[in-house]
């Protein structure tokens, strides 16, 4: 019932604009607590400003044993192209991410998996409130967005290179001093767990 489920999951994945998707066992997710600390040194333009970075986010060793609750799960990408991931239009790509991951989610929620968890790519705050502060940090009240923002795999610990290179799918280091023209092709991954 679960792969089969998982096979729809795949569907709508692509549907929704992922360029594929896979069926993982939540068994190859690496999650080691120094991929937080890449958070930090160079510092990522989201650390510290939002409710679901760090040193906000769950940590990794909390994301471990929620994670005990999972056996399956769907990891989809979509294809970028590294100039634009190298200019401010990456965050339309970023936002393609949260919302796939969005639809996923809800779908396996409403098919009663009932714990289902989507974690996105990249921050949340230069996505959805570039201007602003993140609500949920001034005044402890809710998200500004919160059926759309998520917790990145990054944020969390998962090796999302790792996890990438584990499913056979192509990956090239992108830094801001990248030549964009030098590096094959982007993407931008997100992950549903589903239970």
Not at 15 to 36: M, R
Not at 44 to 73: D, L, V, W
Not at 102 to 130: H, N, R, W
Request: net charge negative.
């Amino acid at each position: 019932m679960v792969s089969s489920f998982l096979d729809e999951l795949k569907k709508n994945a692509l549907s929704f604009g992922a360029a594929d998707a896979k069926t993982i066992s939540t068994n190859i997710i690496s999650i080691q607590d120094e991929i937080i600390e890449l958070c930090q040194e160079p510092l990522c333009e989201g650390y510290g400003t939002s409710i679901y970075c760090p040193p906000h986010a769950m940590k990794p060793g909390e994301f471990r044993e929620e994670i005990r609750q999972y056996q399956n799960a769907l990891l989809f990408k979509t294809d970028v192209d590294p100039e634009i991931l190298l200019s401010e239009r990456r965050y339309e790509s970023f936002r393609l991410i949260y919302e796939i991951t969005t639809q996923l989610e809800t779908t396996s929620l409403d098919a009663g998996y009932s714990i289902s968890k989507g974690l996105a790519a990249g921050s949340c705050k230069p996505v959805f409130c570039m201007d602003y502060e993140c609500q949920a940090l001034i005044d402890g009240t809710s998200c500004r967005y919160p059926s759309l923002a998520r917790p990145s795999m990054e944020a969390l610990g998962i090796n999302v290179f790792k996890l990438i290179e584990d499913v056979g799918w192509e990956i090239h280091p992108l830094t801001s001093e990248s030549d964009p023209a030098s590096v094959p092709g982007g993407l931008l991954t997100g992950l549903v767990l589903v239970a």
